[in-house]
């Protein structure tokens, strides 16, 4: 007997779990959505919502506004809330302005997992990979010494005023790139190993120093770009530093301006990315303020670069609050493309070049380094000097 109530027990309780296992039949939930539904919109896939974005009610069926939920006209809250999400119904929203008369915009969730994810890793992981090819470099080529040795003597390279604009840059860089990557990982590198109270403070010490800081950025930006766009207009001595790969390998010397072809990469990377990160930055600052993508992806449609791209048309109308999402979105890839590039910058100009730091140090270099890697440069300087030699 004891042998036959098991077993009926065991029997009972495997009825829920065959039936969990089960295709769910939509009209017997009422045409709810169903577990298969909500896995799948979990796991990112398309369904077909038609069981929703059709359950909206029928206001013509409308109880009498005396019955139980009349009031509503004849849907539920639900199906009400569904009519808005799919546009079929004329509600507005009480709040004023645009912003807040979004009731439903679904970029949100994708947005907070494209930051929680892929922008964390791939971020992170380019700026790890960067560090570790410099550090291969490094071994495999060793600090690019002057050929022969320092000839003792110096010209100036880089007068005062330059290097103040390049130490603001590099100042205010360094700064917002800590503080921009503190706020990005807090939560992962600090508050499990620091507690939440310091991972707070050190966050909002962040925010305002990040917020604050990139004015200084900005304005040396312009002054960098007005200081050094002459010398950075490609030209055609950068085709032969290209053949030659800057020398880099060769251990060669190709002839170069004030600044090679290598260097003009650097800096019109500088401007470009850090133009764009200022904008995004602003817009970020300033929120709904300077809405900017929705303009730039009809741009860029019309241009049919997304379309060549395989990305077919971009969305030209958008929320508010999707024009933040995007904003986010690119100050953080952009930020983190300029950070790679800065920190290849960093150690040809310390550890990877001897000579190279004393340029904006000092500003004086020695002659044999301007010799070496900025030749046309310094006949140039040379001849000038000579020149504006009192004659004798
Ligand atoms: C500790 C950090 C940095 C060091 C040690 C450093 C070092 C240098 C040196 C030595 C030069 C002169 C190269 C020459 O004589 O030809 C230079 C130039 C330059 N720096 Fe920096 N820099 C740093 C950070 C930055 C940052 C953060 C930026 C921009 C966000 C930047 C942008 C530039 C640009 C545009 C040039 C001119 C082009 C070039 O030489 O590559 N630098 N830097």
Redesign the pocket.
């Known amino acids: 007997m004891r042998v036959l109530h098991c077993l009926l027990m065991v029997l009972l309780l495997c009825g829920p779990v065959a039936a969990q296992n089960m295709d769910v039949e939509r009209s017997s939930t009422g045409g709810a959505q169903t577990l298969e539904d909500i896995m799948a919109r979990q796991a990112g896939q398309k369904i077909d919502d038609s069981f929703r974005s059709g359950a909206l009610g029928n206001p013509t069926q409308a109880k009498d506004i005396a019955d139980q939920l009349g009031t509503l006209g004849g849907v539920s809250q639900s199906e009400l809330w569904r009519a808005i999400r799919y546009n079929a119904s004329d509600n507005s929203a009480s709040g004023s302005g645009v912003v807040g008369n979004v009731m439903i915009q679904s970029g949100g969730m994708p947005w907070y997992e494209f930051r929680e994810g892929p922008l964390r890793q791939y971020g992170g992981g380019l700026l790890l990979v960067t560090l570790m090819l410099l550090g291969v470099f490094y071994i495999a080529r060793g600090r690019i010494r002057i050929d022969g040795g320092p000839a003792g003597s110096t010209i100036t390279?880089f007068k005062a005023v330059e290097r103040f604009g390049?130490w603001v840059?590099?100042g205010s860089?360094?700064l917002l790139g800590i503080t921009g990557l503190l706020t990005l990982f807090g939560r992962v590198i600090l508050a499990p190993y620091f507690g939440k109270e310091l991972n707070s403070t050190l966050l909002i010490a962040s925010k305002w120093i990040h917020n604050n800081v990139s004015w200084a950025f900005m304005l040396a930006l312009i002054m960098?770009f007005v200081m050094?766009v002459a010398h950075n207009i490609p030209n055609r001595t950068d085709w032969i530093w290209i053949k030659q790969g800057g020398g880099i390998f060769t251990k060669s010397h190709p002839p170069a301006k004030k600044?090679n072809f290598g260097?003009k990469i650097?800096?019109w990377g500088?401007i470009v990315l850090?133009a764009s990160v200022s904008a995004s930055g602003l817009s970020l600052t300033f929120p709904f303020e300077m809405p900017m993508f929705a303009k730039t992806f009809a741009i860029l449609n019309n241009i049919g670069l997304p379309e060549a791209l395989g990305f077919g048309t971009l969305a030209t109308e958008m929320s508010p609050q999707e024009e933040m999402q995007f904003a986010q979105a690119w100050h953080a890839i952009v930020a983190f493309v300029?950070m790679a590039m800065?920190m290849a910058?960093?150690y040809i100009?310390?550890l990877g070049m001897e000579g190279?730091?004393d340029?904006?140090g000092s500003g004086e270099?020695d002659e044999e380094w301007a010799r070496q890697h900025h030749s046309l440069w310094y006949e140039e300087v040379k001849a000038k000097q000579t020149n504006s030699q009192p004659a004798e």
């Open positions: 390279r390049h840059l590099a860089f360094i960098v050094w600044f260097q650097i800096f500088v850090g300029m800065i910058h960093i100009g310390t190279a730091y340029a904006m270099v």
